[in-house]
């Protein structure tokens, strides 16, 4: 049986054969299907097999993430990033988090560690939506400050001590802004997708690319998950003098 488990819900990538069957795994009320993700809105199929709706509350590492399974994404593989983000920061820091989603790393970090300030960038309205219910959830509206649009745009300049790029795809072209976010000595932790034989290669050649004349120490490279065939996640935190 190919699948994770969100909140209370049983979340199948394939049929299964009476699904009822399911119900006894511990915590499980609903059992629901996606299938491919369509069209111009990259919204998935959805089938619920067993119980009303797709909204959940998760629990993780004593955070609360709500979510609707079917409009946003959680990955069981980050699992060991989002715990350590939760305790990497120093008192008083404040942190950038240019790809919030529903507060993935920014609500760990807000419970776990005193941050001054988080600012918590997301372009997309449900995930935003999620993570400010998530910041009252978890109660941490001192703390994390929500935004919704661009980090590229809306992200505070020379601020920040701590910058999370957490996101893959075409990461490397939000590192100029990520330069611009960090103050002198703060430090980027910088995800990209890279077959394995760069995979820590070209995630720091574009690190100090994009740092141009400030110098960059690894602080750490780490693989987060298997992403496809041959092709590792990874994140770099690197400083950025
Ligand atoms: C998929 S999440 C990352 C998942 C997370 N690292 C985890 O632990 O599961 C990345 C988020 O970045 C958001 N995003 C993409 N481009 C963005 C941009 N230019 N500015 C702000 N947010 C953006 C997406 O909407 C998405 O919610």
New binding site residues.
Partial sequence: MKGKVIGDILVLKKDVENPYRLLEIPGVNRVVKLGHINGLKREPEVEVLIGDGTETIHKENHCLFKMDVAK????KG?TG??KRMANIVRDGEVVVD?????G??SIPMAVHSKPAKIYS????PI?YGYLCENIHLNKVEDIVEPML????E??PRGVADRVLM????NTHE?LPAAMEVLKDGGVVHY?ESVPDKIKFIRPVERIKEAAGERDVEVLKKRIIKPYSPGVYHVVVDAKIG
């Fill in positions: 946003v994404m959680w990955s980050n990033e989002r240019m790809f919030a989603g529903i993935y790393f960038v997301e372009i997309n995930a649009g661009d980090c590229r809306l992200a957490g996101y893959i795809g939000y995800h």
